[in-house]
């Protein structure tokens, strides 16, 4: 199997997860395409100098995070793109589903972006402390406050207590 | 991870929306083929510029060689050249350009919790009996090629363990007791719990004479993992195989004998079993998971289990070390925990050799003596992040430089380097 084999094999494999996590962390389609597609980039590159990474997933997530980060610190955002336009067919459930996204977007966005990351990073993407402490490159103890807080925001979230405490929209 | 979490992680998961499209890789590959190979427009250069251009980039080049020399020595792919010059574009190249990442995100590590240390730089693996004083080379067994190595592990007695997982779900397993220079090879042959799993990894967890444990499991990340425990209690001879059957991966693994051990699971959770890993049963009480507690690893310090319990709060950080008579039936908690109120940013790394108990958290060592129940502050504003006790008063860690930035660039990770106390942690030596 070639390396582009592999790199292929890996990308079908996981980019689903990965365009979700960006979305998490971007809060839209084509930024959170623009995010993969960036670090995916950086990956092929390391893969062609370096050979197969040994993790790839660990690898890409690393540089998701970072950049995601580096964006957030620009103080120009960048331009807002739209692809798909804005009006389309009506569906039965699209208000339902756009209802839905635009509350998680809202959720999240009420953290600062490094506790979006570690939110995405532990309850998301699964990783434990350690691994999301070892991708954001801070202590594990960050980690666990960051995460605490974070939580703690979630909580005051209109709609989202009854999320946390009892597992359903209150 | 407590309920509130799993609620938020089982929201998350239902909640975040499906992508409209795939990635397509090709469109990657291609696009940075463009990149690369996209010829640039020549201009018109002032001779004295194109001189100086070209010293500066003779001493980058002597500068790299240098810098690279002793590193990955893997020969580099060359990119396949195009039958078909790509046409230019105007495509902007790639901004994240980040780099290699470090191959462990340490270059530097200490294996091992007490009398001898094992210390894997550069795909050398060496070991020191008399606490960084003098370091015996180990090497690697004929036909594994350097980087080949997943995991190591060295006992108390010396015995060193190597674990190298390959894609066919086997994994060969290297054992060399102390004294022999020779190495003994075991493959196990795993089973991957379903289709399209990745290849499994492999970790030596003890290597204590002819008691071995090692852990393999599958999964795209621990956390998510279905991993399984192996005894022998006969150097490598045979194994006992056991899935766990847990939620998540195994972060670390004890065992007392083949029937009774320890396990922390990747979710922060303790389990025991009394059974040789046929069955495990989740600790309760204070030594249940919880999101603000994190569980360092599992100590031995004779009969006794030692369990570091970290508890996070908003300002500071408590360390109390639980320890156990009966293989973790039970557990005692100190009369008073240990209070880190300045940890920042840093890593906090625990150290436990029987009594002796090294904590480095942020720019400050503390040491207990008598198994954590009292603690002194044996140094300040030092760079070492990690202490493993060798004596009363003597011990080896890593020292770095700060590592808490999110500039991936800054490869703080090849400045560590290894360190050595003879005065109680006080003052440190470089080794």
Known sequence: MTDRDEFTAFVDSSSRDLLRAAWLLTGDWPTAEDLVQSALTATWRHWQENGPV?????????????????WKKRRWGGEIATEPLPEGPARDDLFAQVDAHDALHAALSVLPPKQRAIVVLRYFADLTEAQTAAVMQCAVGTV?????????????????AGVLTEGRAS | MNDVERRLAEWLHREAPEPPRAVSATRIMDRELEVRTVARPRRRVWPPLLAAT??????????????????????????????????????????????AP?????????????????????NTLRVTADGGAHWTRIPLPAGVRPGAVDTAQVGDDGTVVLADAHRNQTVDLYRRPAGVTSW??????????????????????????NFLTVVTGWGTSPARSVDDVWISTDGGATFSQRRTGLDSGVHDLLFLDADRGLLLSQHETLYRTTDGGRHWTKLGGSLAGRHDVEFGALYRDGADVLVPRLTYTAHRIDVALYRSSDAGATFRRPASPLQVRDAGSDPLYLGVSGRIVWVAAG???FRSDDGGATWSRVASDTDVHRAIPTGPSTAVGVSAADCSSNDPKERCWQTDYLVATTDGGRTWHSL
């Open chain 2, 102 to 122: 470090p191959p462990d995100f340490a270059a530097t590590r200490l294996l091992g919790t007490t009398g001898r240390y094992a210390w894997k730089l550069t």
């Open chain 2, 363 to 365: 720019r400050t060592i």
């Open chain 2, 184 to 209: 003994k090879l075991t493959t196990l042959s795993t089973t991957p719990p379903g289709p399209g799993y990745p290849p499994p990894y492999a970790q030596p967890m003890q290597a204590d004479g």
């Open chain 1, 144 to 160: 666990k406050s960051q995460s605490a807080k974070a939580l703690a925001r979630l909580h005051d979230v209109p709609g989202l």
């Open chain 2, 54 to 99: 070209a010293v500066a980039a003779a001493i980058v080049a002597v500068i790299l060689a240098v810098t690279s020399a002793g590193q990955d020595s893997r020969p580099r792919p060359a990119v396949s050249p195009t039958t078909t010059p790509p046409t230019p574009t105007t495509t902007s190249p790639p901004s994240a350009d980040l780099g």
């Open chain 1, 54 to 70: 040994n993790y790839p997933e660990a690898y890409v997530r690393r540089v998701m995070v970072t950049t995601f980060l580096r």
